[in-house]
């Protein structure tokens, strides 16, 4: 888990992201404040959607390390171990890259989340036909058409 900041209409917006092992990314959200509170949520809501993770990785907030900690004394993370190691959360530090390139496109609050997460699906399908099959094998609309039901 890892956040990251974009500019909305001038303005500075976070952006909390969570990847698996794979690189894959499981969930976004954008928030206004970079607080204890946005982590406390997006962590709660994170294992109402995917469950207790075995480890969490993240950098060495203080917020999210606050957040972690005050769901830990509420039952909600018992048996997950939080690692703040330097290095550990390189893989999702990199994969930031893509979001914050087309940053300067970002204009209305309340589409940008949307527009994220349709890059982040089509990086998803991506990564995964990679993982599968060569490059040369990948066809995004292929893909899309094998999403939504369509027959090839």
Avoid at 115 to 129: A, F, L, N, P, V
Wanted: proline share 3%; net charge positive; aromatic share 10%.
């Amino acid at each position: 888990m890892d956040k990251t900041y974009i500019k909305i209409k001038g303005k500075w917006h976070y952006l909390y992201r969570v990847i698996d092992a794979d690189g894959l990314t499981l969930d976004i959200w954008l928030r206004k404040k970079r607080d204890m509170q946005a982590a406390y949520a997006f962590l709660k809501r994170l294992r109402e959607q995917f469950g207790e993770p075995k480890v969490l990785v993240t950098d060495k907030a203080l917020s999210i390390g606050s957040a972690f900690k005050k769901l830990q004394k509420n039952g909600l993370y018992p048996q997950t171990e939080h690692r703040t190691v330097k290095y550990l959360n390189n893989l999702i530090e990199q994969d930031h890259r893509p979001v914050k390139r087309r940053n300067k496109f970002y204009q209305i609050l309340r589409t940008v989340s949307t527009t994220i997460k349709g890059m982040e699906t089509i990086r998803g399908i991506y990564k995964k036909s990679r993982k599968v099959e060569t490059l040369f094998g990948f066809s995004i609309c292929l893909e899309i058409k094998i999403l939504l039901g369509i027959p090839a």
